[in-house]
């Protein structure tokens, strides 16, 4: 490299940085469009808070030159505008992937960041609903047009979404990535999950079925590589308003706030462990990489058992 492009590489601002991350996360890693977003939004807040910081707009030598104490700072500062922990941490994760590429893109090297630990947080363990609950859930959504006046079709649309997640363990992304030709459904599923990585998926016939009856009276659909779930317009159905949906659900039939989409997956994983179901096979079925992922549901397993022994045991009164 010849020294007039050495000194404009170094010139470069934090933003046509960011913006090349940005290309090498969806071509390179094929990050799914949350990380995308999310490590854009926090190398945004980055940018603004270096700027107040450094008194400038921050260039491949400033950030090359960045102490611990900077870091810090910029947590600090989010901190301060209500992040919680886990956020926290997550924006630190974003930052150090961040700093890895420029390592590889603009030969800097920045060990400041990688002695940075994120903030400490408590393990969250997933919220499942009930077995009633989860039926609850798609029974009200099938009838939802007799309370609510919408069409039928929507109706059904949602009843076959929630009986997917619920009866597949699919996350919410996944199942509205599925195309309209990939239906009907047979014995097995093929999804994209996280990481582009492909894993089969067993269907049940009630969930083929009410994927079926939607396919049947939804006025869209005709080519095999639109979406399988639409909006009521016509255009591919959001997960912000499937959240909705099953928002107005859950008041109607009184239940709390963490019976949302997700909660149905966790509901599926939960629900299998406990009747019996093999972990590893739960592992595949949900399309995690690490089995500690999967683990986390064996806890709730026992945190149940200790409730109810804590509730029973004659000591424990």
């Given amino acids: 490299m010849n020294a007039a492009k050495h000194i404009a590489k170094k010139s470069a601002s934090l933003a046509v940085w960011t913006a090349q991350f940005v290309v090498s996360l969806k071509s390179e890693r094929r990050a799914s469009v949350y990380t995308i977003r999310n490590y854009a939004a926090t190398l945004e807040h980055f940018d603004r808070f270096l700027t107040d910081h450094i008194g400038a707009p921050p260039n491949l030598k400033a950030l090359e030159r960045l102490e611990p104490r900077d870091f810090r ?5 989010r901190r301060a505008e209500g992040l919680q922990p886990q956020t926290l941490k997550l924006e630190l994760s974003a930052l150090k992937s961040f700093f890895a590429f420029l390592r590889r893109r603009a030969d800097i090297d920045n060990d400041a960041i990688t002695t940075l630990r994120g903030p400490k947080t408590k393990a969250r363990l997933p919220r499942p609903v009930s077995v009633a609950d989860a039926k609850a859930i798609i029974d009200a959504a099938e ?33 509205l990535s599925l195309k309209w030709g990939e239906a009907p459904f047979t014995e097995t599923l093929r999804v994209r999950g996280k990481g582009e990585k492909i894993r089969a998926v067993p269907i049940m016939k009630i969930v083929a079925e009410a994927v079926e009856n939607y396919r049947a009276l939804c006025p869209y659909g005709t080519q095999a590589d639109e979406p399988l779930f639409f909006s009521a317009r016509g255009k591919p159905l959001s997960a912000a308003g499937v959240q909705r949906t099953l928002r107005a659900l859950r008041q109607g039939l009184d239940l709390p706030e963490t ?3 997700h909660a149905l997956r966790h509901s599926f994983a939960t629900h299998l462990l406990a009747a019996g179901g093999d972990l590893r096979a739960i592992q595949e079925l949900l399309g995690h990489t690490s089995l500690a992922a999967t683990q986390r549901y064996t806890k709730i397993e026992v945190t149940d058992l200790l409730n109810v022994y804590n509730k029973a045991h004659p000591l424990a009164k």
Wanted: proline share 2%; glycine share 12%.
């Fill in 73 to 77: 700072g910029f947590l600090a500062w």
């Fill in 259 to 261: 019976a949302t989409p």
């Fill in 143 to 175: 009838n939802a047009e007799e309370t609510t006046g919408g069409a039928s079709w929507q109706s059904a649309r949602d009843a076959a979404l929630f009986t997917l997640l619920y009866g597949a363990g699919l996350r919410i992304s996944e199942a």
